[in-house]
């Protein structure tokens, strides 16, 4: 079972697109749509960038892709208390869980490809 998670796969950098997908989703999941602010977070800052560092896995791995997904899942995290949403119970636990799940993702990614060198990671994906 170890052996599943020593290589970043391809299904990884698509996971992470899907997330950034539920991201810019989430205000209506929750039924808040209501906050531009709040909108516009959710769907041009964060979900808008984690699908294009997914997507730019896919093409050309680098490390700071992932220290990137890492700092949108956290700002995901602390958002509901940057924009005054933290009471949305709802649109709140969206933001919590999708942002864990892209933080979490981006830090096995960036483990598996740590010791890689740069011929390594031009690699991933062909």
Do not use: K
């Not at 539920?22 to 979900?47: F, Y």
């Amino acid at each position: 079972m170890a052996g599943i998670f020593n290589i970043h796969r391809t299904w990884e950098d698509w996971a992470s697109m899907v997330l950034g997908v539920l991201i810019g989703l989430s205000p209506w999941l929750a039924g808040q749509q209501g906050d531009q602010m709040v909108n516009g977070n959710a769907v041009v800052i964060v979900g808008a960038l984690v699908i294009a560092l997914g997507a730019l896995e896919l093409t050309g791995l680098q490390r700071w892709e992932q220290g990137g997904e890492i700092a949108c899942g956290l700002w995901l995290i602390v958002s509901p208390f940057i924009f005054g949403y933290a009471e949305a119970d709802a649109l709140r636990y969206w933001h919590f869980v999708l942002g864990a799940l892209v933080a979490l993702l981006a830090v096995v990614e960036l483990w598996q490809d740590w010791n890689l060198s740069d011929e390594e990671l031009a690699q991933h994906g062909q």
